[in-house]
């Protein structure tokens, strides 16, 4: 597998294998990096990038599920074809030799942070049903007649 292969290039000093993290300690290998890649099949709402984007590294990934919802602007990283190889290798030299506003990035990932979310949620949703509430029933009648 991966682990074979890194060994045959002998790159053991620059490639680890870390398995899995809790989340609290996962900002100390991150914060190393110059680039967060998730080469996936299948993702919904990837946590894991905004947790990279908080280290304030961009993002090279592929176009499954969420991704690019997640990675939505193109200073915030790059989203390549699923099973493209050449475009993945590419994106990532260009990612690397290319110049980030880390700063931005992780402004990014704190506004989109799970806490602001769900306060905007919460927020969008009391002002629907506040909104409801101030109707009538006759309102409701004007609006399914129009």
């Not at 990675?71 to 030799?97: H, K, M, N, Y």
Request: charged share 25%; with cysteine; glycine share 6%.
């Amino acid at each position: 597998g991966l682990m074979r292969q890194v060994k045959s290039l002998q790159l053991e000093s620059r490639v680890h294998f870390l398995g899995a993290m809790p989340s609290t300690e996962l900002k100390w290998p991150l914060s190393a990096a110059d680039l967060f890649v998730l080469s996936t099949s299948n993702e919904g709402w990837a946590n894991v990038f905004l947790e990279a984007m908080a280290c304030g590294l961009p993002v090279v990934t592929t176009d499954v599920g969420g991704n690019k919802e997640v990675v939505c602007r193109p200073e915030l990283g790059r989203i390549v074809p699923f099973g493209d190889a050449t475009a993945l290798l590419e994106s990532v030299r260009s990612a690397l030799s290319g110049s980030w506003d880390r700063t931005a990035i992780r402004k990014y990932a704190m506004e989109n942070a799970w806490d602001q979310r769900v306060a905007c949620l919460v927020e969008e949703f009391l002002t629907i049903i506040s909104d409801g509430r101030k109707q009538t029933p006759s309102t409701h009648a004007e609006i399914i007649d129009k």
